[in-house]
């Protein structure tokens, strides 16, 4: 099994990998994998934070985090985070997520938000991002729209997410 940057070749797989693992989950609009290609092409997208896992030559996992502005700070969207349904609960999904926060604290990001279960994020550090002041454009439930600081910070911020266009379209 090996974690690293997405390529041109895997975007088909890519593609349908997402679109399989959202078929069962909880929350979904049914669109992320159409959602990462419209990121893809923005400029919020960054190479280095958008991971694949593969084992045998196959995508089994996806983890995409791109820029976005919370107040006077450019800082980072956890979104989406796919593991194909056969190779779910083998922590290929904690994998890519402690993978990409590691990366993205050498690119110097300080915080990421992500919207989604709340226990699964908790295990990373990920907050009630109303802890830090920092609200979110969507109407979710508060304890679903999760903040982490990289760097430890718990000073408030104060701000609205400010996403790519991408994400409302
Ligand atoms: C969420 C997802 C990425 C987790 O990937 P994974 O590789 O199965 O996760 P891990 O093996 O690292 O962690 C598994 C643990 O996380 C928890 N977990 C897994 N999926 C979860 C989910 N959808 N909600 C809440 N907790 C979840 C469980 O406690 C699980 O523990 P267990 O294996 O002992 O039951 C994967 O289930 C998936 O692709 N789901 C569909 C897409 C989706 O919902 N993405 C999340 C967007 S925020």
Request: with cysteine.
């Amino acid at each position: 099994m090996q974690i690293r940057k997405e390529r041109e070749e895997d975007y088909p797989q890519i593609y349908e990998m997402i679109k399989n693992a959202f078929k069962t989950a909880e929350h979904s609009d049914g669109n992320e994998q159409d959602l990462v290609e419209k990121l893809r092409k923005s400029s919020a997208y960054i190479n280095d934070l958008t991971l694949v896992c593969v084992e045998n030559e196959e995508i089994v996992g996806f983890i995409m985090f791109t820029k976005n502005r919370i107040g006077e700070t450019e800082g980072l969207s956890l979104a989406p985070l796919a593991v194909a349904p056969k190779y779910q609960h083998r922590r290929l999904g904690t994998l890519l997520v402690k993978q990409g926060l590691k990366v993205a604290k050498e690119l110097s990001y300080e915080y990421v938000v992500v919207l989604g279960d709340n226990k699964y994020y908790n295990r990373f550090g990920f907050i009630p991002a109303k802890e830090l002041d920092i609200k979110s454009p969507f109407d979710v439930p508060s304890k679903n729209f999760m903040v982490l600081n990289l760097s430890g910070n718990k000073k408030k911020l104060h701000a609205l997410v400010e996403y790519p266009k991408e994400f409302f379209e």
